[in-house]
């Protein structure tokens, strides 16, 4: 207990004098009232009318986490079926003025005053609907140029395999292990399908195959119509322990300690066509596991809405792969490479949001938007590049996923 006895009579006075107003019953309930009366001892009831500034002075003094074990503690053992009723009545009123005036629907609707679980340490399902773009791992396929050789000049833009925003979804599941601590288990799932393509009239020019090694020039790599299509997509699982570190009445502060998998996978095609056609695949592929620690920051705007900040560091234990073909229709495969790499990934994230929760606690919205980069990691850009210049070692990129979350949550 954080209170010494002393305050448990102040605390009763409390509550026995708002049940005893006009406004908490009616005076004309006889039996409730007497059974009130004789609890009632005319010098504690004197101490409280000489301090009217007593209920003021708990609520301030009381961390949040506690008023509701406190005002647990008056119970009678002796209580009727009138007596009974009052109690409750003197429960729900004590938390109301212990928590000064703040939402305790579910203490309330259950009659009792058992310790209010904030959300994020309830047992609950998550459904999370992801609205991400990956950013730093756009492929430049084709350029258009008036003709061939040294002299040759751009006509036009390069033609970009460009991801743009696409749904993902993410589900959790969440296991109370105490008042300030809980386990999660969240699973996370996005794939990202990018198309474009590319054509000229005879005599208006060529397109440059920006992605065939070099040396295969002869293999007609330049051509008048162009396409491609990538794809990008990753699985994630989350398993963390989140505990309260601090919690005030205008904050609170979790921490998370746990360990991600992460599945990144790049499939890039690319053709470039005038009689005969020529095709570039590279597929890329990261595996890896590792700790996950977390800070989360909750603030309060009012009983229903709130604003968080959560930011969390992985370290990845894995391996890259990648593949790379050429090939052509009349020539056949025309190039090939393959890497096999072990590394180290950082993970860096960050989510600002705006949360809402139902009068009864057990509903939940939010918005938010979200950040995450993989460092040290591979883009299929970087690959073709590193074939293209005979060299496979010390390739390294960043891979970053932002854009918009929204996620439904209920719990008990």
Same mark, same amino acid.
């Given at each position: 207990?954080?209170?010494?006895?002393?305050?448990?009579?102040? !605390?009763?006075?409390?509550?026995?004098?708002?049940?005893? %107003? &006009?406004?908490?019953?009616?005076?004309?309930?006889?039996?409730?009232?007497?059974?009130?009366? #004789?609890?009632?001892?005319?010098?504690?009831?004197?101490?409280? +009318?000489?301090?009217?500034?007593?209920?003021?002075?708990?609520?301030?003094?009381?961390?949040? #986490?506690?008023?509701?074990?406190?005002?647990?503690?008056?119970? &009678?053992?002796?209580? /009727?079926?009138?007596?009974?009723?009052?109690?409750?009545?003197?429960?729900?009123?004590?938390?109301?003025?212990?928590?000064?005036?703040?939402?305790?629907?579910?203490?309330?609707?259950?009659?009792?005053?058992?310790?209010?679980?904030?959300?994020?340490?309830?047992?609950? $399902?998550?459904?999370?609907?992801?609205?991400?773009?990956?950013?730093?791992?756009?492929?430049?396929?084709?350029?258009?140029?008036?003709?061939?050789? $040294?002299?040759?000049? &751009?006509?036009?833009?390069?033609?970009?395999?460009?991801?743009?925003?696409?749904?993902?979804?993410?589900?959790?599941?969440?296991?109370?292990?105490?008042?300030?601590?809980?386990?999660?288990? +969240?699973?996370?799932?996005?794939? %990202?399908?990018?198309? /474009?393509?590319?054509?000229?009239?005879?005599?208006?020019?060529?397109?440059?195959?920006?992605?065939?090694?070099?040396?295969?020039?002869?293999?007609?790599?330049? #051509?008048?119509?162009?396409?491609?299509?990538?794809? @990008?997509?990753?699985?994630?699982?989350?398993?963390?322990?989140?505990?309260?570190?601090?919690? =005030?009445? @205008?904050?609170?502060?979790?921490?998370?300690?746990?360990?991600?998998?992460?599945?990144?996978?790049?499939?890039?095609?690319?053709?470039? #066509?005038? !009689?005969?056609?020529?095709?570039?695949?590279?597929?890329?592929?990261?595996?890896?596991?590792?700790?996950?620690?977390?800070?989360?920051?909750?603030? &309060?705007?009012?009983?229903?809405?709130?604003?968080?900040?959560?930011?969390?560091?992985?370290? $990845?234990?894995?391996?890259?792969?990648?593949?790379?073909?050429?090939?052509?229709?009349?020539?056949?495969?025309?190039?090939?490479?393959?890497?096999?790499?072990? =590394? $180290?990934?950082?993970?860096?994230? !960050?989510?600002?949001?705006?949360?809402?929760?139902?009068?009864?606690?057990?509903?939940?919205?939010?918005?938010?938007?979200?950040?995450?980069?993989?460092?040290?990691?591979? %883009?299929?850009?970087?690959?073709?590049?590193?074939?293209?210049?005979?060299?496979?070692? +010390?390739?390294?990129?960043?891979?970053?996923?932002?854009?918009?979350?929204?996620?439904?949550?209920?719990?008990?």
């Amino acid at each position: 207990m954080l209170f010494n006895k002393p305050h448990v009579p102040h !605390l009763i006075v409390t509550a026995i004098l708002a049940i005893t %107003s &006009p406004i908490a019953y009616s005076q004309t309930d006889t039996a409730r009232h007497n059974w009130i009366e #004789s609890v009632q001892k005319p010098s504690i009831r004197q101490s409280a +009318d000489n301090d009217n500034g007593i209920q003021q002075a708990i609520a301030l003094e009381t961390p949040a #986490s506690t008023k509701a074990k406190v005002a647990a503690e008056i119970t &009678p053992l002796d209580a /009727g079926p009138f007596e009974e009723q009052a109690l409750i009545d003197i429960r729900r009123t004590s938390l109301f003025a212990l928590t000064d005036g703040k939402n305790v629907s579910r203490a309330a609707e259950i009659g009792c005053c058992e310790t209010d679980i904030r959300s994020v340490h309830r047992s609950g $399902l998550t459904g999370e609907f992801l609205y991400l773009q990956a950013r730093g791992v756009d492929v430049p396929y084709a350029a258009p140029f008036d003709g061939i050789g $040294l002299n040759a000049v &751009p006509i036009g833009p390069t033609l970009f395999a460009d991801p743009t925003y696409q749904p993902g979804f993410r589900i959790g599941l969440t296991s109370n292990r105490s008042d300030t601590s809980s386990l999660s288990v +969240d699973y996370w799932f996005y794939q %990202s399908q990018t198309n /474009g393509s590319g054509q000229l009239d005879g005599g208006a020019g060529i397109f440059d195959a920006l992605t065939v090694h070099p040396n295969t020039t002869s293999v007609a790599t330049d #051509s008048l119509q162009t396409s491609t299509n990538y794809d @990008l997509d990753f699985d994630i699982i989350d398993a963390h322990y989140r505990t309260t570190f601090l919690e =005030r009445d @205008l904050y609170t502060v979790d921490f998370t300690i746990g360990a991600r998998y992460a599945r990144i996978d790049q499939d890039f095609h690319a053709a470039y #066509s005038i !009689l005969g056609t020529t095709d570039v695949n590279a597929e890329l592929g990261f595996d890896g596991v590792g700790p996950r620690l977390g800070i989360e920051f909750d603030r &309060p705007l009012d009983d229903q809405y709130h604003i968080f900040v959560n930011a969390s560091g992985s370290l $990845l234990v894995g391996h890259v792969t990648g593949e790379y073909t050429q090939t052509n229709a009349f020539s056949g495969t025309v190039a090939t490479a393959a890497l096999d790499d072990s =590394r $180290l990934v950082p993970v860096s994230e !960050l989510e600002i949001g705006l949360g809402w929760q139902s009068a009864s606690g057990h509903w939940h919205l939010s918005a938010s938007y979200y950040v995450g980069t993989y460092h040290n990691s591979l %883009s299929a850009a970087d690959f073709i590049s590193g074939v293209q210049a005979n060299s496979l070692h +010390d390739l390294g990129d960043s891979i970053t996923f932002d854009g918009l979350m929204a996620r439904l949550e209920i719990t008990w």
